[in-house]
Structures are given as structure tokens and as C-alpha cells.
């Protein structure tokens, strides 16, 4: 389903209203100077929080809203700097930015991308978008079957995705693009990290309340903007380029560009600055070192990723070839009429288990989350095939760390295929029973069935001159169509 001819029009009318703001009237460096200072003091925010949930013992919900907060900062703020970088002149006017308009514009951002994923799944017929011409209105009708939007999944993804760590597949002689390996981009970033960690301070809560309460010393680090020096040798300097944001920002890149995590560091008149809690992430999570090399070179990256799906394979295959009761394991095996295979087939006495395997990047958008729950949903389906043609009795669909969201699992209970990761290997290994209800049970499921989500509330916010209404049901019968 296309975008309808209106919609195309109101996404470039909001596009030029962004274009003629007065903030880019600035001078490049001066404005993203001010954005990344913005970026600094809305983050330091989000610290704070994490530090006041710690201290009153508050829910995982509470944390999980926090690192919602910070994803949204984050999201919006890659949109300000990839707007200053596309409109602002190198020599622009004097004059200040108030810290409202820089605070807005971030949130402008976030917003702005929101109305760029709605378009995207209305693209493929995933959402309904009507228009309220009177009042200004884009209303997007998310639907009423089990999307993405659903609390529980949102209330999921923000505790899971920012803490659950993948199973590291990916060694150092890896060569994950033509100019560097995993252990350059590892050295380069534990540097950074550590230069960052010490230009920090802490935000500490008072001794003597903590005594009070019974609690130990809880601090944050305190985000500050650090300014880095480019490394002049190979191939570090090749990693230290690829991870800072580009200075010129065309129409096909800045679509491309959709974490600031990817490249979060930023050059202002040739000197690179970023956020010192960024590079930190950077260095203690694999996942964007494989998200860059991905973006930065596709092919490379692919015939890496080939050693990635040896190493899960080997993997498995230890565990269930040395557990108490030992399996006898097969690796790709492959089937005629039609033609299918089984990445690891596992036979222990009258028992016969399929793993199908899955190797993720982590996903930065919900376009992306889309993707990956897809990709997911289409592995359940093969592993079910196999068990109907007879070729085992149970199987599982297993990843190097994710564990789904109800959107898979709905698939998956259906199909009765589980979703493992490789952290459960030896559950499997021991009672491939037991180990369905196990995994099951570490996302919540302890039926037969998922539970039938909640949806969100309605939400409105503005974008501009128009408003963006999101509605997590079907569109009404009387709207038409």
C-alpha cells in the first residue's frame, strides 16, 4: 500500500517548515557546538533518574521508561545534527540559541522520526494513516491485531533490548571491513573509553540521606563532551573515521544514518568531540562495532558474518556433544522435494531436536525491530516445516541474545517452537521439554498462549504546523476508506 499522494505532500511541507527554521541561520560549528551541550545537559537527566530508581528501590518499569527517555534523546538528537550539518552555512550569523529552541528541536527530532517510521510501515501496508485536513491531523491507526506498539512489547523492549548483552560471536582477527578488524575497532574504542571515563565527575546522592535509608555510596558518572584526538596510524585512524558522523549530509545518507551510537562522534571545525557516556557504550557493547561495519561496508561485512554462523554452530554442537547425557550432532543438514535444511540436528536415543540459528544486529528503530521480529518469524516457520515432515520431535529457534517480543512469540507458541538464545544451550541439552516452559518463562509467558496485549493510549504531540496522532487500534468502520 503507497503513501498516499497527500501524505507525500504534507511530508514535504513539514520538511520545508524544518528547512526554514531560524536556528539555521547560525554557522555550522556554533550550532553543533550547541547541540551536542544540549545533547550533554537532556542526558544528564536521564542519569539522574536511573540514580533516583536505584535509591527508592523503583520497578524494572521505572528503569525500562528511563532508557525509553534516553533512546528518544538520542533519536532526536541525530536528527538536529544531521539537519544543522544539511542547512546550516559554514559562515552563518552571529548570535545565541536560547536552551528552549536547542531542547525543542531535539525533541522535533524524535518526533520528526516517529513520522518517518509511520510512513515507512504505511509504506508496506503495515499501519493506516488517514488525514483530518480541518484540524490539521496525520492519524495513524496502528491496528488492533499484536503490533509493536502494544504496552507490553514497549515495556519489554525498554527493559530488554538496552541490558540484555549478545553471545559474543565475533573474534579479533575478524576482518569486518576491507580497512579494519574487530580488534581494531575493540582497541580504538577501550581508548577512547577510557580517556572519556576520565574526564568525567560523579553525581553522588548525599552520605548522610543514603545512612538514613540504609543504603550504601550510589553515584552516577556525569556525561560530559569530550574532545578526542584523530589517531594519524593505520588502521585506527580508518575506525576512528568511520565512527564520526559525516560533515556532508545528502538526501540518501541522512535516510541512512539512523543511530547516533553509530557514529557518535562529531567533527566541528576539524576537531571531534563526543559524548563520554557514548564512547563508554560503545566499548562495553559489541553490537555497534557490527552495526557500523555493516552500514560502512555491506560486502565485507557479509563474508564475515559467515564465520559468525560457524562459530554459533560450533557452539551449539560442544554443549550438546558434552553434556551429561550427550547428543550426536549434525550441522547442516539438507532435505529434497521440497528442499530444506537444518542448521544443527541433535539425536539422543529416540530423541531428535532442530536448532535453527540466528545471528541479529541490534535494531535502533522500530523499522528495524520490524525487520529482525520478520526474519525471526520466518525461522519459526521453517523449524515447524521440518517437525511436520517428521525430522524431529521439538525445536527451537535460537539466537546469539535476543529472546523476542510478543509479536515473535505469538508465531512462536503457535507453531509450538521456542525461542532460545545461546545462553540456554545447556537447559536445552539437559530436557529439551522443560527447556520450552523454561524459555517461555523468561519473557513472561507462562500459558499456552500469549496474552492478549494492551494496547497504548492514544498520543498526540505536534510536528510543526500539524499534529501526529498515534492510535493503537483498527481504524473505525465509519471513517471508510
Known amino acids: 500500500m503507497a503513501v498516499s499522494k497527500r501524505l507525500r505532500e504534507i511530508e514535504s511541507e513539514i520538511d520545508d517548515s524544518i528547512r526554514e527554521l531560524k536556528t539555521w541561520q547560525g554557522s555550522k560549528a556554533a550550532v553543533l557546538e550547541d547541540l551536542m551541550r544540549t545533547y550533554r545537559d537532556t542526558i544528564e537527566v536521564v542519569f539522574v533518574e ?8 523503583s520497578s524494572p518499569g ?6 525509553g527517555n534516553e533512546n528518544r534523546i538520542r533519536a532526536g538528537i541525530l536528527w538536529a545534527l544531521k539537519w544543522a550539518l544539511e542547512y ?33 510501515y504505511a509504506q508496506y501496508g ?27 512489547i514497549v515495556e519489554q523492549e525498554r527493559i530488554s533490548t538496552p541490558t540484555t548483552p549478545h553471545f559474543s560471536l565475533t573474534e579479533d582477527g575478524d576482518q ?22 576520565s574526564q568525567e565527575n560523579r553525581i553522588q546522592v548525599n552520605a548522610d540521606f543514603l545512612k538514613k535509608i540504609g543504603k ?16 594519524t596510524m593505520t588502521p585506527d585512524c580508518h575506525v576512528f573515521d568511520d565512527l564520526v558522523l559525516p560533515t556532508v549530509m545528502d538526501s540518501q545518507l541522512k535516510w541512512k544514518l539512523v543511530s547516533l551510537l553509530d557514529t557518535p562522534i562529531v567533527n566541528i571545525r576539524g576537531q571531534y568531540c563526543a559524548l563520554s557516556s557514548d564512547l563508554k557504550t560503545l566499548w562495553v557493547i559489541d553490537d555497534y562495532m557490527l552495526r557500523l561495519a555493516a552500514r560502512v561496508d555491506e560486502r565485507q561485512y557479509s563474508l564475515a558474518s559467515v564465520l559468525r554462523e560457524g562459530r554459533m554452530i560450533k557452539t551449539c554442537r560442544q554443549t550438546l556433544e558434552s553434556c551429561s547425557r550427550p547428543w550426536t550432532t549434525a550441522e547442516r543438514v539438507r532435505y529434497v522435494n521440497p528442499p530444506q535444511e537444518v542448521d544443527v540436528l541433535a539425536t539422543r536415543a529416540t530423541e531428535r531436536v532442530i ?19 520478520e526474519d525471526l518469524i520466518r525461522g519459526i516457520r521453517q523449524t515447524r ?42 537447559v536445552i541439552a539437559d530436557d529439551p521439554i522443560a527447556a520450552g516452559s523454561h524459555v517461555k518463562s523468561l519473557v513472561g509467558i507462562t500459558g499456552t498462549r500469549p496474552k492478549k496485549p494492551k494496547g497504548l493510549p492514544e498520543r498526540e504531540t505536534n510536528l510543526l504546523h500539524w499534529k501526529l496522532r498515534l492510535v493503537d487500534r483498527a481504524v473505525p468502520d465509519d471513517e471508510g476508506p
Request: aromatic share 10%; with cysteine.
Open 88 to 120: 546550516c552555512p559554514e559562515g552563518g550569523a552571529a548570535g545565541t540559541r536560547s536552551p528552549k529552541e536547542l531542547v525543542n528541536l531535539m525533541f522535533l527530532g524524535a518526533i520528526y522520526e516517529t513520522f518517518v517510521d509511520v510512513l515507512k
Open 62 to 67: 521505572d528503569f525500562g521508561k528511563s532508557f
Open 216 to 231: 550504601p555510596a550510589i553515584s552516577v558518572p556525569q556525561p560530559t563532551v569530550v574532545w578526542l584526538d584523530r589517531p
Open 126 to 152: 503495515l499501519v493506516t494513516i488517514r488525514v483530518d485536513e480541518a484540524s490539521r491531523t496525520i492519524i495513524c491507526y496502528e491496528g488492533d491485531q499484536v503490533t509493536a506498539f502494544d504496552t507490553e
Open 50 to 57: 536511573l540514580m533516583h530508581a536505584e535509591v527508592f528501590d
Open 355 to 373: 536448532l535453527e540459528l540466528k545471528s541479529t544486529l541490534r535494531p535502533e528503530t522500530p523499522w528495524e525491530v520490524y525487520k529482525r521480529n
Open 176 to 197: 569486518l571491513t576491507s580497512r579494519w578488524k574487530a580488534g581494531d575497532y575493540r582497541r580504538v574504542m577501550r581508548s577512547l573509553a577510557d580517556y572519556a571515563a
Open 385 to 426: 516445516a521440518l517437525i511436520d515432515r517428521g525430522i524431529a520431535g521439538h525445536g527451537f529457534l535460537v539466537t546469539d541474545g535476543y529472546r523476542g517480543d510478543y509479536v515473535c512469540w505469538a508465531e512462536a507458541l503457535t507453531s509450538g517452537i521456542s525461542i532460545a538464545t545461546l545462553y540456554d544451550l545447556d
